[in-house]
């Protein structure tokens, strides 16, 4: 695939994506940046949060997760399922009820600031972890795919995405978020499908013929029940999958921002539920598309040598048509400058709200001066970042941004868990001390659980020992005090 076709899809995507930032970020002022107006239509929501929940780590790192794990992934999507119907029936009607914009504003109504600027950096922190992260899988594709061509540095690279990123949400914030991660959803289904077409087509077989082959291959077994020291033991799985999306979209500020801003609560709790069903068939589908990608390099004897590199190996450089190497670009970038606009808009929404107490500072000329500085500052941050991670991250992505999750995550859920599920109040100072000794000590667990339990290994139900640890901690630091939830 020629330089030339990446230079051009690339440039093609970009002109869209800054069509369409620019009519949504038209009347737009600070409130309508943090809330996209309350007026998304539900439909829009729903579509929009299926690309918020798949970034550009989902598109390259789960096709690849294909030849270690099988579709054992599919055992954390029913965890997921369960989740959203905590987060659409618990948690939405909470957040509408407050009128809250940042949703660590419901830590404040509860506990106090100390415990709103608590959760607020533990989002922070994993946020701009987490997203760098997901960014930097794609600054690696296409420093291999294009910016090494031209000997073009990786922090060039790196620094010219950001840099477009800041550029498309500096104005329109959440509205133009919403829109983009629409288009995000059907490009990047789009890809995958037109990508399975022509594996099925280059493998000599109809659509019967592909299914057959997944089924009978190594690749499609689900259902992992024998070994619970095994890390995807489908307890570990399903259990993790329900913590996982409590924390990670439930109490994240960039995932929630999508059905914050639907007109009604009953609108963003039928999105929500919308949006899991289609989740559900997507990521079947790039399951899907990984065990063809497999079936196809096994039969012309290709080495991978990462999983990771998979889909864009075979896309661009095995014999297939070029088409699908542009779709392959085309996806990539989508869910890649869609999901690092969605985590800078959160970010900045957050940091400016929660951590700097904008609103309480002063009028609204002083919030938009606040939020534009902030949106400036983080957008450098991640880029500084992404090229930190080029240094030293060689774990499989998906594996790494939910493993990082486990540990960062843990003390926000613990806090929300507490707040909702008892009428006590932990002493303000205590409540900082808590939220970090607990993912200290569930670390010192996990690095020794197969000496300590038995042979017993951690996998992302590192989250469950996590938030476990947060609220027996929360507890003996707690007063026996009524409180109004």
């Known amino acids: 695939m020629s330089s030339t076709v990446i230079i051009l899809t690339l440039a093609l995507y970009v002109a869209l994506l800054f069509v369409v930032a620019w009519r949504t970020s038209r009347n737009v002022d600070a409130e309508t940046f943090f809330t996209g107006g309350r007026s998304t239509p539900r439909v829009v929501a729903a579509i929009a949060m299926v690309g918020a929940a798949m970034s550009g780590v989902t ?55 100390v415990a709103h600027r608590t959760g607020a950096w533990f989002f922070f922190i994993s946020k701009i972890a987490s997203a760098s992260l997901r960014a930097y899988v794609i600054c690696v594709v296409l420093q291999g795919l294009l910016y090494d061509i031209y000997d073009i540095p990786f922090a060039v690279n790196a620094a010219i995405m950001m840099t477009l990123v800041g550029l498309y949400t500096r104005r329109g914030g959440v509205r133009s978020v919403v829109w983009v991660e629409m288009l995000k959803t059907c490009i990047m289904v789009a890809s995958i499908v037109l990508s399975i077409l022509f594996v099925i087509k280059a493998l000599d077989l109809d659509l019967g013929g592909a299914i057959s082959a997944i089924y009978s291959s190594d690749y499609s077994k689900v259902l992992f029940l024998d070994d619970p020291l095994d890390g995807r033991y489908f307890w570990k799985q399903f259990l993790a999958g329900i913590f996982l999306v409590v924390a990670m979209t439930g109490l994240d500020q960039d995932m929630m921002q999508t059905m914050l801003s639907c007109r009604s609560r009953r609108d963003a709790q039928r999105g929500m539920m919308s949006s899991i069903m289609i989740q559900i068939i997507v990521i079947t589908l790039f399951l899907a598309l990984g065990a063809l990608l497999y079936i196809y ?6 080495t991978i040598t990462r999983g990771d590199d998979l889909f864009g190996l075979v896309a661009t450089q095995c014999g297939l048509p070029t088409i699908v190497g542009v779709a392959f670009i085309l996806g990539l970038v989508a869910s890649t400058y869609s999901s690092a606009g969605s985590a800078l808009t959160a970010l900045t929404t957050s940091f400016t709200l929660d951590i700097l107490g904008a609103r309480r500072r002063g009028d609204g000329c002083n919030v938009e001066r606040m939020r534009r500085w902030s949106h400036a500052i983080i957008a450098v941050a991640m880029t500084l970042i992404i090229i930190v991670f080029h240094h030293w991250s060689t774990a499989g992505a998906i594996t790494l941004i939910f493993t990082m999750a486990s540990y960062t995550y843990g003390p926000l859920l613990g806090l929300f868990i507490f707040g909702l599920a008892t009428r006590r109040r932990p002493r303000s100072h205590a ?9 200290i000590l569930s670390y010192i667990v996990a690095s020794h659980s197969e000496a300590w339990l038995g042979g017993y290994t951690f996998s992302y139900d590192i989250l469950i020992l996590n938030t476990a640890i947060t609220l027996l901690g929360l507890w003996l630091v707690s007063l026996r005090r009524t409180i109004k939830a």
């Open 59 to 113: 598109y390259i790192s789960v096709p690849g997760s294909v030849a270690t794990d099988g579709f054992s992934y599919l055992q954390t999507c029913l965890g997921f399922f369960v989740g959203y119907v905590i987060i659409a029936y618990v948690l939405i009607p909470l957040y509408y009820r407050l009128g809250v914009v940042s949703l660590y504003e419901y830590l404040d109504h509860r506990f106090g600031i």
């Open 431 to 439: 409540i900082p001390v808590v939220a970090i000794t607990a993912p």
């Open 297 to 302: 390099v096994d039969g012309r004897s290709i």
